[in-house]
């Protein structure tokens, strides 16, 4: 055995699937490296960023699912000649259900058994202004949403969400 073995010591001559000491430090110093030149050279967006804090934020144990029982696009027959009709949608979740009419103009829907409820129409970076139930469970929303939507509904001490659709 050569001086230079005996310098290495014990730990470096390993040959096994372990990384080398000296190597688990060198990949966590490229890593972190990396890490800084992608947050420099390639930022994630603000849009994106906040998205993704609003995906997060559904991730609510105590929030149920609604979940799409009805979508007048798939479910409902054609009407010959008629052009132009609104999409109705309706969401079970438990007791609660939630019917939803889209049109151009905006959408309009009600919460059976009608209660007092705080709605969000959830679509795109910005949150839509909180929509409120009159007496009867009724909601409306003077623009209709673009893209992918969801509506999440906040009423007592319940949250329930509807399944994303896109429009």
Do not use: K, Y
């Amino acid at each position: 055995m050569s001086d230079m073995d005996d310098d290495l010591g014990d730990d470096v001559l390993d040959f096994g699937e372990q990384a080398l000491p000296d190597e688990e430090f060198a990949l966590e110093l490229l890593e972190e490296e990396l890490r800084q030149a992608t947050a420099i050279l390639d930022p994630v967006p603000v849009a994106l960023r906040q998205i993704a804090m609003e995906a997060f934020a559904l991730h609510d144990l105590d929030s149920r699912i609604a979940e799409l029982s009805f979508d007048s696009v798939v479910d409902a027959l054609p009407v010959r000649g008629a052009t132009g009709a609104p999409r109705m949608l309706t969401f079970h979740a438990g007791e609660v259900t939630v019917d939803v009419e889209l049109t151009p103009q905006g959408l309009m829907g009600q919460v059976l058994p009608p209660r007092s409820a705080r709605i969000e129409v959830l679509s795109g970076p910005q949150a839509g202004s909180p929509l409120t139930t009159d007496d009867m469970g009724r909601f409306t929303c003077d623009t209709s949403p673009a893209g992918p939507f969801a509506l999440r509904l906040r009423t007592g001490g319940q949250v329930i969400v509807t399944d994303w659709l896109t429009v």
